[in-house]
């Protein structure tokens, strides 16, 4: 891990690019990437075969 | 589009640090620039990467290391890395680390040493001398980013004349 010393008080920079956008505006946010999980199927019953 | 060609907003912040070059071609579809464990793209012709953590947490979180790092200037770094050695022969794996400059915003937690950013994008690749040895020319790594190619020397006249804060000044 990269050290950079003792942290001091956060500052913020008021970014004005696109993924700072994107990110603030939720309605532009990106579809989720993973896709459902499909339903398990039920097993199937195993027919009584005669003897 | 170079460095020149655009106004940086005034108060995004300055930082050094260093990369490891896409070494499969898998790699290099991605982008040259990624971090040291080969986990983390900087993705070409994309210009802002913005940090990621799985923690749900305001990026860079105070508690976590996550957040874009980068050390205050190249003296800094040299300290901390030490200075940038190419292979001893050409036999050897070809060279395949660079550094260069950032531009931060967003949220950024400055320390003693350099900081960690919400937001970065590349701003200049180091020249180093070591090309011939290197995975990547410095002007095939600076076409995907479309970024200047400085000395490390140059680095606080590049800072002046682009008008980007130093927090190791302040």
């Given amino acids: 891990m990269v050290r950079i010393g003792k942290p001091k008080r956060r500052i913020h920079v008021e970014p004005d690019h696109e993924p700072a956008r994107r990110r603030s505006d939720p309605s532009e946010a990106p579809p989720p990437t993973r896709e459902p999980k499909p339903e398990r199927e039920a097993p199937r019953r195993r027919e009584k075969v005669p003897a | 589009m170079k460095t020149d060609d655009y106004i940086l907003p ?29 986990t983390d793209c900087w993705r070409k012709n994309v210009e802002w990467k ?9 990026i860079p979180g105070e ?8 050390f205050h200037n190249p003296h800094i770094i040299d300290e901390q890395f030490g ?7 050409v036999e050897e794996e070809p060279f395949q ?12 937690i400055p320390a003693t040493l350099g900081f960690r950013a919400q937001y970065a994008k590349v701003a200049a690749i180091f020249e180093d001398g070591y090309d011939a040895l290197a995975l990547a020319t410095k002007e095939e790594i600076a076409g995907h980013y479309h970024c200047d190619i400085i000395a490390p020397e140059d680095y606080d006249t590049f800072c002046a004349k682009h008008g980007i804060r130093r927090l190791d000044l302040e």
């Fill in chain 2, 83 to 89: 200075p940038l050695l190419p292979p001893r022969t």
């Fill in chain 2, 63 to 70: 508690g976590c290391s996550c957040g874009i790092w980068a």
């Fill in chain 2, 50 to 58: 913005a940090a990621e953590c799985p923690g749900g947490h305001p």
């Fill in chain 2, 97 to 108: 680390h660079v550094r260069g400059v950032i531009i931060a915003d967003g949220n950024i």
């Fill in chain 2, 10 to 38: 005034a108060g995004r912040v300055a930082g050094v640090r260093s990369w490891r070059l896409a070494n499969t071609l898998w790699a290099k579809l991605g982008g040259w620039l990624w971090s040291h464990a080969m």
